[in-house]
């Protein structure tokens, strides 16, 4: 594996400069993306969506080429109780987990404990021999053949596993019997239900968002031979002074906790009481495609590791190739299937990211950076890298349904100015 790495690193310094060491060099302040004028756009941009009623209150920090170059906070992390989004606010932030746990399972990776195109039944039997499900007969029994293939680790990292998701359909609702990912089940007993439903689909034939990151965490546990949410803080979190990204936020921290709220209609908040208590008790199911919360500060730890190409402040948490690795997209053209995925633009997949591999076609999609990898969650958060410009950006908000104010495209456009398809 030391050899792959190595190999990954050539060709990375070859044609990838940005691969190498991290410049100290610093841009004139007129080539910086956030001027006084966008910090004027961004402030006015994120207010609007404040005082249109649509959010409760929204929280933003961006760094560019090492120097923060903005942080606000606008509204309220809770409305009843007059509470202000700070940025000490700690927030949900659903999905945003699974890139942490990607960078968990990629340190394994270093560590020569598995390739990517591995059988993951190589490690978990669970996982052997798998179905796909094809339709049901006269009777209602499902009918099943045999996977093409085997599910590779690959195909955890980048969604092309074929695990099916819940819904009204008959698949969805043996989904929803088996009750994988209820959170009293560790996560040998998620996987162990996971791995007797049939696959959706054959492995690498589809991008299905799903529970794939969850079985990456289930991963880390059994090659470690350490329990995931410990691993996780040990050679991830704690390192990077994460100390407020959690799965429990113990009582003394609670009074920071923002709530979330439902988007009725224009303008029309009701506070969500259903999630809160996921996160005031320990649960058994730590889950790696969700369930961490954090804070703006910390989650920027993160964010600058990654631009940093897998380090920060002196302390090395992956190796440059390793980052260049998971913000490479790893579909393939054939792979035209792709749930919601073409709803973020021009993007493909990488490890545990969405990674930007066009300029926008039009005004209307999301704005961004080739090259950029990002992701976002349920409640509306959003992060990104843009390793050409040097700029990391966190948003949080905490709003259901996710993001159907157009908040994270406005946000963008503040950042980088009005999109042009000229290029």
Request: with cysteine; hydrophobic share 35%; charged share 25%.
């Amino acid at each position: 594996m030391k050899t792959n790495v190595l190999l990954i690193g050539l060709i990375c310094g070859l044609f990838f400069p940005s691969c190498k060491e991290t410049k100290t060099e610093k841009a004139p302040k007129e080539d910086f993306i956030v001027t006084d004028s966008v910090t004027q756009r961004i402030d006015a941009t994120l207010k609007s969506f404040v005082d249109s009623g649509n959010i409760a209150g929204v929280s933003a920090l961006i760094f560019e080429k090492d120097k923060e170059v903005y942080f606000n906070a606008l509204g309220h992390a809770n409305i009843a109780e007059n509470q202000p989004m700070e940025r000490s606010t700690i927030v949900q932030i659903y999905s945003m987990t699974k890139p942490i746990t990607g960078t968990a399972l990629m340190t394994l990776y270093e560590d020569g404990k598995f390739d990517l195109d591995d059988p993951l039944e190589k490690y978990a039997p669970e996982f052997a021999n798998m179905k796909v499900y094809v339709g049901e007969d006269a009777s209602g029994k499902p009918i099943l053949e045999d996977a093409n293939r085997p599910i590779t680790i690959r195909d955890i990292t980048r969604h092309t596993a074929g695990f099916p998701r819940s819904g009204n359909t008959p698949l969805g609702k043996m989904v929803d019997e088996t009750d994988a990912l209820n959170r009293n089940n560790t996560l040998t007993q998620m996987a162990e239900k996971m791995g007797k439903l049939p696959l959706q689909f054959h492995p690498g034939e589809e991008w299905l968002y799903g529970p794939c990151v969850d079985v990456q965490a289930f991963l880390v546990e059994r090659i470690s031979g350490v329990p995931y949410q410990q691993y996780v803080r040990e050679h991830v979190l704690d390192k990077l002074g994460m100390t407020e990204t959690r799965y429990f936020i113990p009582e003394g921290d609670r009074d920071r906790f923002a709530s979330l709220y439902r988007r009725k209609g224009e303008g029309e908040l009701e506070r969500d009481t259903i999630t809160y208590s996921n996160y005031l008790e320990k649960w058994p199911l730590t889950r790696g495609g969700s369930g961490l919360t954090s804070t703006l500060d910390d989650y920027m730890k993160f964010a600058r590791m990654l631009v940093h190409e897998g380090s920060l402040d002196s302390v090395q948490i992956l190796q440059p190739e390793t980052v260049k690795l998971m913000a490479t997209n790893q579909l393939a053209d054939s792979i035209t299937e792709r749930h919601f995925l073409p709803s973020k633009g021009q993007v493909g997949f990488g490890i545990d990211f969405a990674v930007r591999t066009a300029p926008p076609a039009n005004a209307e999609e999301n704005n961004g950076v080739v090259g950029e990898f990002f992701w976002d969650g349920a409640a509306s958060t959003l992060f990104w890298v843009d390793p050409v410009n040097e700029l990391t950006a966190v948003l949080f908000v905490q709003l259901f349904p996710y993001d159907g104010i157009g908040l994270h495209k406005s946000f963008r456009d503040a950042v980088y100015g009005p999109i042009s398809t000229n290029n």
